[in-house]
């Protein structure tokens, strides 16, 4: 199992990655905004071009989302659509939920309770 901690950009956003070769989390907590996107978005690619059958995004200590974050996540899950690796994601904070509700994305996107 491997377990990698990321702290990128003055640590607005950290990662938290933990692979057991089947299944990939990855925990963010923080801020998912253009500073940032760039660093998750190397993360979710990886695991979704790995061996693992699933990927679980957890957005549950997310506190902030703009536009470039939310257009990371519908990516994300097209990409995983296409090369056939199961995401999954777990929603954060109100403010994340709003955003996603807004923009009717908590129906498209794969998010489990």
Same mark, same amino acid.
């Given at each position: ?5 990321l ?8 990662l938290d990655? /933990?692979?057991? +070769?089947d299944?990939?989390? *990855?925990? =963010?907590s ?6 940032? @996107? ?10 979704l071009?790995?061996?693992a059958s ?7 200590d997310l506190?902030?989302v /703009?536009?470039? +974050?939310?257009r990371?996540l *519908?990516? =994300?899950?097209s ?5 056939g @690796?199961r995401l999954?994601?777990r929603?954060?904070s109100?403010?994340?939920k709003r955003a ?8 498209s996107?794969p998010?489990?309770?």
């Amino acid at each position: 199992m491997s377990n990698r901690d990321l702290r990128p950009s003055g640590d607005l956003l950290t990662l938290d990655v /933990d692979d057991d +070769g089947d299944s990939v989390v *990855i925990r =963010a907590s923080g801020e998912l905004e253009i500073s940032t @996107t760039a660093t998750l978005d190397r993360e979710l690619q990886k695991a979704l071009d790995g061996k693992a059958s699933t990927v679980t995004l957890d957005l549950s200590d997310l506190s902030f989302v /703009d536009s470039t +974050g939310l257009r990371l996540l *519908i990516n =994300a899950a097209s990409h995983a659509r296409a090369n056939g @690796t199961r995401l999954r994601m777990r929603d954060g904070s109100q403010a994340v939920k709003r955003a996603l509700e807004v923009t009717g994305l908590d129906r498209s996107l794969p998010f489990i309770d």
